[in-house]
């Protein structure tokens, strides 16, 4: 089923990544993707490009201090679009701190669900604002380096960047 989410503007920008392409809602922040290579990037937004929007401003912003530093740190208002249990999963990924990894299974268990793994695993993948909302930061249960939406070179690259994974 597909939603239909009320973006008001959206904007790109280049990073070491790739292009960041960002969305928001009168709410808040409702989408940041890599605007290539990335599974789940829209092809287009029915919003306005705004360049001078405050909230996608902010985003670059966190996002230039992240790239420079390392550190993630994201208090802007975000409008995430989901079933009840998505946003019950991207709620959970706000609270990996970061340097830190978590098992999808880890994830379910801390959601209550340790029998829902595959679904959690799913939410994850779905997640609409990546980076802010550190899907990035889910591995397998072995440690592995299992699926990012991004690709898994970015992962790697993310990882790094906070310190989890050697340089």
Known sequence: ?????PYTAQRLWPSPLGTIWAA????GLAGLWFAEGQKDTPEAL??????????????????????????????????????????????ALLKVPQG?????????????????????????????????????RIVGSDGRLTGYAGGLERKVALLRLERVLAA
Request: proline share 7%; with cysteine; hydrophobic share 40%.
């Open 24 to 27: 928001r809602t009168d709410a």
């Open 100 to 136: 830190h990894t978590l098992s999808y299974r880890s994830l379910a268990e801390r959601i209550g669900r340790p029998q829902a793994v595959r679904a959690v695993g799913a939410a994850v993948g779905r997640n609409p604002v990546s980076i802010l909302v550190p899907c990035h």
């Open 46 to 91: 029915d919003a306005p490009l705004r360049d001078d929007d405050p909230l996608l401003q902010a985003v670059e912003a966190i996002l230039a201090d992240y790239w420079r530093n390392g550190t993630l740190r994201c208090d802007l208002p975000l409008d995430l679009h989901g079933t009840a249990f998505q946003r019950e999963v991207w709620r």
């Open 1 to 5: 089923m597909a939603v239909n989410i």
